[in-house]
Structure formats: C-alpha cells, structure tokens
C-alpha cells in the first residue's frame, strides 16, 4: 500500500519531563472539610511532634494534630482537631470540626461538626451544630441564630458584670479569719 516517505527530523531540544506541581502556602488548594466551597490557602498546621502553650490568633485555617493548650480565635477561618490533635483551649472561629480530643469551650460562628473519633468536654456555642454517631460530648450545647452576635470571652463577660454590679472596682469579701483592720 501507501508508505509515506519519511521526512528527515528537525533538530530540536528534547522535551523536559512533564514536573508535578508543587502545593506551597500560595497555592490555593480545596479543603477537604469544605466541600463545595472555593479553594482557600493551606492551612497552617501544628503537627504530632509540636506542643504548644499559649494563645493563637489569626484569620488563616488551622489544622491541629498536635498538642495545645491556651486559646485559639480565628476570625473568617477555619479550625480542624486532627485524630492525633489534644487541646485544652477555648476554640473560637467561623467554623469547627473536631476529630481529636478538645477540653474547652468551642465557639463555632457558622458550624461545629464533631466526628464519631471526636471528644469534646465543654461548652459549645454555634447556630449549626453536627455531632456523630459515636463522638463524645459532655458539656453543653447552645444555638444561636445565624448571625446572632456571640458572646465573648466568659471570664471577661464575668469579671465586666462583677464590676458594674459593685459600682465599677471589684471588691473582694473578708474572711473570717481575716484582720479587722487593713493597714
């Protein structure tokens, strides 16, 4: 039949083997905990090996598997207690899913989602809330309505009502034991 003639191969350069791309915290990248929604930044990550005492602040997501104690208050953002993830904190964000083990209160301004290998001992204030067949919960729940403005810290909200209640300064009763006079 027909053969084609073979025309002679222009020199080239050979072609680079195609390269994965590289995730870096500039390349956005779904999450998994939202699906459906736009594409966001990595999230910052406190892994197995790192353990944390203090307060975290921020509007990026995090992701816990790690160990934290203190507070974490995420304004917009996300907050994910990974399987390995312990925290003894007060959990403040947009939105909440617990995997792992929380002592705290949890604070979720759209949505907490606590998961069948999760465990939550405390208080939980959210519009949404979604609790897994076989999670652990002792505490409470509270909803709110969305949009309803949350309260904020308890301590603060506590100590801000003592100090109106006495007039504006903090008064602290005497004890029995104590001196009749204050030098």
Known sequence: MWRRAEEPKAQTSPEPAPVAPTVTAETPRPSPERAGAAPRAESARITQAISIRGDITGREDLFVDGELQGSIQLSGASVVI????????????????????????????????????GSVTGKVLTPRVNIEEGAFLRGSVEMTRAGEALPSRPEKAAAAAAASAGGGELRTPLRADAPDSVN
């Open 82 to 117: 990974g399987p390995n993830g312990r925290v003894r904190a007060r959990v403040e964000a947009s939105e909440i899913v617990v995997d792992g083990s929380v002592e705290g209160d949890l604070v979720g301004r759209e949505r907490v989602n606590i998961r069948k290998s």
